[in-house]
């Protein structure tokens, strides 16, 4: 029988000198963060439970000079009653997650309804993230802008333009716009209409995308219908316009849950899609092809932007001025058109 008490283990460093590893392994191993072989893994954990060690992550945290924490915010300034369980917010949050989890970092979520100008700058002073990703402009590019003057690890999923001060990731909304304006039209359709949230600067490049894409004579024609994207909202708005008699021929929807509203609202009056009528939407959320009739509609790379936006944040939490990135979208056609 060993008889012999373990080494006393006071630090971290105590655990890697005896475990013949790094420092940096022993960290990994303990918080379950970053790359680490299961084997090296499980030795260390082994290791520090015979040694009877805990590693204090805050302290550690503390001493680094960080908090181990990114925040991920979702302003709701135009949309109040959106909620996280939008199919939208819901992967991409998986996908950051997935993400930051890679780098060893957790995520902080908060849905932030805006009060006033400063509700980021005061986030931010609270120190509680190493950095912030925020999930959509809303009507909030003005305070957006200003935080961006002065804190630089921060970097916004939204529409790019050259107005902006801030550093964004997403989707070429106007190109997108314009593959559903091009596929309209190559059905023949030319009654047509928008339903969307132009004040989203996401959504307004959309709409743009889409008129500008279509022929001289039918621009002027375009409907635009203002409809909020919760899918109450949505549904409700697409009700009451075909109730009114509206009978159009092609639609081009600012998200997939409107357009799915369209295609519910379509139906109970009597609408066949794609026979009366063609639907398009924009997301190509994982429900998109659950449809009936399964969706077509303008494909955002959700999981590649949330990979682009996290790689950008720790260009930037490097010190690097790294700039907006654009992302090509994609017509994926399905029956609805």
Do not use: C
């Not at 819901?90 to 009060?115: E, H, I, K, N």
């Not at 091009?182 to 743009?208: D, I, K, M, T, W």
């Not at 409700?236 to 998200?255: I, K, Q």
């Amino acid at each position: 029988m060993d008889d012999t008490k373990p080494e006393q283990v006071k630090s971290i460093a105590d655990l890697a000198r005896i475990g013949g590893v790094s420092v940096s392994t022993v960290s990994r191993a303990l918080t379950g963060k970053g790359a680490l072989n299961k084997g090296t893994r499980e030795r260390i954990q082994a290791l520090a439970d015979r040694h009877g060690f805990k590693l204090n992550v805050a302290a550690q945290n503390l001493r680094l000079g960080r908090t181990g924490a990114i925040a991920v915010l979702l302003p709701l300034g135009h949309e109040r009653g959106q909620h996280l369980s939008d199919p939208f917010f819901m992967a991409m949050l998986g996908f950051l997650a997935d993400a930051l989890t890679d780098r060893g970092y957790d995520l902080l979520l908060s849905r932030v309804l805006p009060q006033g100008d400063d509700w980021l700058d005061t986030f931010i002073r609270t120190g509680r993230t190493d950095g912030v990703i925020i999930i959509g402009q809303s009507n909030q590019s003005a305070v957006l802008d200003r935080t961006a003057a002065h804190y630089a690890p921060m970097v916004i999923w939204g529409e790019q333009s050259s107005r902006n001060a801030h550093v964004t990731v997403g989707t070429d909304n106007q190109a997108g716009g314009a593959l559903a304006a091009q596929h309209l039209v190559a059905r023949g359709r030319r009654r047509l209409a928008f339903f969307g949230n132009v004040a989203v600067p996401e959504f307004a490049a959309r709409y743009q995308g889409f008129v500008a894409a279509l022929p001289a004579d039918l621009r002027d024609t375009v409907e635009l219908v203002h409809t909020h994207i919760t899918p109450e909202a949505s549904l409700e708005v697409a009700t009451a316009w075909f109730a009114a008699g509206n009978r159009p021929d092609g639609l081009f929807a600012a998200s997939d849950v409107v357009a799915m509203s369209l295609l519910s609202a379509a139906t109970d009056h009597g609408l066949s899609v794609p026979g009366d009528l063609s639907i398009i939407g924009f997301d190509d959320i994982p429900m998109a092809r659950l449809a009936n009739p399964p969706l077509t509609t303008v494909a955002q790379d959700i999981e590649g932007g949330a990979r682009q936006l996290v790689d950008l944040l720790f260009r930037r939490l490097a010190g690097e001025d790294a700039g907006s990135i654009s992302i090509a979208p994609r017509l994926v056609i399905r029956e609805s058109s």
